[in-house]
């Protein structure tokens, strides 16, 4: 649902807007997600995209489809009603320090 405001607008500006409308907002940043689309992207290693990140991840592959779809369903349930204005990276670790 687009509400007309800047795509850019900060998951945390928007959480402190919507939550007296009792709307949680919050952000997923994922990183290498193994997808076609990334596969496609002329990766070495013959499209292998967990050897093309490996040594940039620490968990030492790509994210899988359903790890970030199994935050999304987490962050949609009414197991995560208590957060907002979070912004959660999912990237195997690769912005802690690599």
């Known amino acids: 649902m687009r509400l007309g405001f800047p ?5 945390k500006t ?6 007296s409308l009792g709307i949680r907002v919050n952000s997923i940043h994922p990183g290498a ?3 076609q689309l990334l596969r496609d ?6 499209g292998d995209v967990d050897a093309a990140v490996s040594s940039r991840v620490p ?3 790509a994210a899988r489809p359903h790890d970030v779809a199994s935050l999304l369903l987490f962050l949609a349930s009414d197991e ?3 957060i907002t204005g979070a ?3 999912i990237d195997g670790g690769m912005t802690a320090g690599y």
Do not use: H, N
């Open 14 to 19: 928007a959480a402190l807007e919507f939550a």
């Open 59 to 61: 968990l030492g592959r």
């Open 41 to 46: 992207a002329g990766l070495r290693d013959g």
């Open 80 to 82: 995560s009603s208590y």
């Open 87 to 89: 912004e959660f990276v």
């Open 7 to 11: 795509s850019g607008l900060p998951a």
């Open 33 to 35: 997600v193994d997808t």
